[in-house]
T-cell receptor, first 109, second 119 residues
Framework: AQRVTQPEKLLSVFKGAPVELKCNYS??????LFWYVQYSRQRLQLLLR??SRESIKGFTADLNKGETSFHLKKPFAQEEDSAMYYC???????????FGTGTKLQVIP | DAGVIQSPRHEVTEMGQEVTLRCKPI?????LFWYRQTMMRGLELLIY????????DSGMPEDRFSAKMPNASFSTLKIQPSEPRDSAVYFC?????????????????FGPGTRLTVL
């Protein structure tokens, strides 16, 4: 079974402060990990995926297989980062994606 | 490209009534997913289709829920009879990818969602 855990429902940080959204997963095979974001009144959309090893909008996420984690980080939060963030997992080569319960990020001006 | 299209955007109905949600995936995508979003449980996969065939419906809550994909450009999610606990936002998503291709990292494209309220 595959499972994604996001322990925080709400994370509030001040503008300019570092951000870390936590994500832990459980999967017996080779996972593919994603972060999706939903801005207010917009569609849920892909933010980044671990296989791309890219930084999007200043966000990065490193897959730590030892700790089974895929935390999302940004050194300096911006107000426009306020949104709902979902961590997601799929088996490599498979299309079924399991989402976490989401973390609402609130950046305080 | 309008992306994934869902209708209606909002639905208010009374308990016991039949509800039908509709989805048009992005042209050329071969997989379609139905999700339910609630505050308590987040985003839950209900069912997904590959090439119009249901692959995994283990997330469908109970027999009151059914989904069909008669062709590559249309899918429905039906709830009959509806209950207040079905109130949620229902999302449809589509993706392009083939099962078994390692490293595809299939991105899912979401529709705007249908907000269902069952009174």
């Amino acid at each position: 079974a595959q499972r994604v855990t996001q322990p925080e429902k709400l994370l509030s940080v001040f503008k300019g402060a570092p951000v870390e959204l936590k994500c832990n997963y459980s999967y017996s095979g080779s996972p593919e990990l994603f972060w999706y974001v939903q801005y207010s009144r917009q569609r849920l959309q892909l933010l980044l995926r671990h296989i791309s090893r890219e930084s999007i909008k200043g966000f990065t996420a490193d897959l730590n297989k030892g700790e089974t984690s895929f935390h999302l980080k940004k050194p300096f939060a911006q107000e426009e980062d306020s949104a709902m963030y979902y961590c997601a997992l799929s088996g490599r080569g498979y299309q079924k994606v399991t989402f976490g319960t989401g973390t609402k990020l609130q950046v305080i001006p | 490209d309008a992306g994934v299209i869902q209708s209606p955007r909002h639905e208010v109905t009374e308990m016991g009534q039949e509800v039908t949600l509709r989805c048009k995936p992005i042209s050329g995508h071969n997989s379609l997913f139905w999700y339910r979003q609630t505050m308590m449980r987040g985003l839950e996969l209900l069912i997904y289709f590959n090439n119009n065939v249901p692959i995994d419906d283990s997330g469908m809550p109970e027999d009151r829920f059914s989904a069909k994909m008669p062709n590559a450009s249309f899918s429905t999610l039906k709830i009959q009879p509806s209950e207040p606990r079905d109130s949620a936002v229902y999302f449809c998503a589509s993706s392009l990818g083939a099962r078994g291709l390692a490293g595809m990292g299939n991105e899912q494209f979401f529709g705007p969602g249908t907000r269902l309220t069952v009174l």
